[in-house]
């Protein structure tokens, strides 16, 4: 008889919007684990991916109702839950809401997955509770994604999102501002918006690149896109520049029923409203703080 857990495992990284929720793991780790702005998991001492068995994780969900019965949201990770399979996935989506008085079930979900899927296995999804994905497009530009080995293209992206629309699941974009570095960081601004326009998600997230090194306090490795800087072919944004894509980005997206935020520490500017609202205000304040003199913005 295999020993079971008297703890739940937790999931290495959340969405900041799901600090509240119940958090549950399916998977360890990040199977694709190429991207070149990445590599966080490792970073975090979790270097290997595996799955997890259903009775592990039902296990996890009895454990979690002794601790808080009462959650009314859920989050299921690691960085891509969705490899467990849909019907594991929508079995276990189902064991919880049968357990837990649940109002959102959202996840980590890479475009590639979800593309793999098609729309017979995203529409079970939603019917087994999904409510939102986190959904990582990071860049519009299929260059810059090619160069930093996303394994998606603009193209997935749209067909993703269109089939998560179809379904009723929400999307949640996360953008990376710095990721086309100095040298292609309009191309960068420019396709994001384009797509942003076109797949209109309810949620789009932004934060900055980070280039963590191996002395970030943290045992793990640094960023895989140090070798890169030191090769010359990545060119790191300024600050100030990081700043100056946020404020492109907002210039350039249509008056969408989209959230906007900055949700993320490591940002220089934190705005966050809805497209179709908040847009001139959310620029103002990030014109108010390109203003400044130069000391107060470092």
């Given amino acids: 008889m295999t020993a079971r857990n008297h703890l739940p495992e937790m999931p290495v990284i959340r969405p900041p919007s799901e600090w509240r929720s119940l958090l549950v793991r399916l998977t360890r780790g990040c199977k694709w684990n190429r991207c070149r702005f990445c590599g966080i998991y490792p970073h975090l001492g979790a270097p290997d991916f595996s799955v997890r068995t259903v009775d592990e994780v039902k296990h996890d969900i009895d454990l979690l109702s002794r601790l808080r019965p009462r959650a ?33 079930l959202t996840c980590y979900a890479r475009a590639s997955t979800l593309f793999r899927f098609g729309q017979e296995s995203i529409t079970a999804l939603a019917r087994a509770g999904l409510n939102r994905v986190h959904l990582g497009l990071e860049s519009g530009d299929a260059s810059i994604l090619r160069f930093h080995r996303k394994g998606q293209s603009p193209a997935m992206v749209k067909k993703v999102a269109a089939r998560l629309k179809e379904a ?32 209109k998600p309810q949620f789009v997230r932004l934060r900055r690149l980070w280039l963590y090194g191996d002395d970030s306090g943290i045992a793990g ?45 490591n940002n220089y500017v ?29």
């Fill in 72 to 104: 009314e949201t859920a989050f299921f990770g690691d960085a891509d839950p969705l490899e467990i399979g849909p019907e594991p996935f929508c079995e276990i989506a189902g064991y919880l809401r049968r357990i837990f008085p649940v109002k959102r």
């Fill in 168 to 199: 009723g699941i929400e999307i949640s974009f996360y953008v990376l501002l710095g990721l086309g570095g100095r040298d292609h960081w309009q191309e960068h601004i420019a396709a994001t918006a384009r797509v942003i326009n076109e797949t």
């Fill in 221 to 265: 490795a640094e960023c895989p896109l140090w070798q890169e800087i030191r090769a010359g072919t990545f060119v790191p944004q300024s600050p100030e520049g990081t700043v100056r894509e946020l404020r492109l980005l907002l210039a350039s997206v249509d008056d969408l029923a989209t959230f906007v935020a900055c949700d993320h520490e």
């Fill in 270 to 298: 934190h705005v966050s409203g809805m497209l179709n609202e908040d847009r001139k205000e959310m620029l103002a304040e990030i014109d108010s703080f390109l203003a400044l003199p130069a000391a107060e913005r470092d």
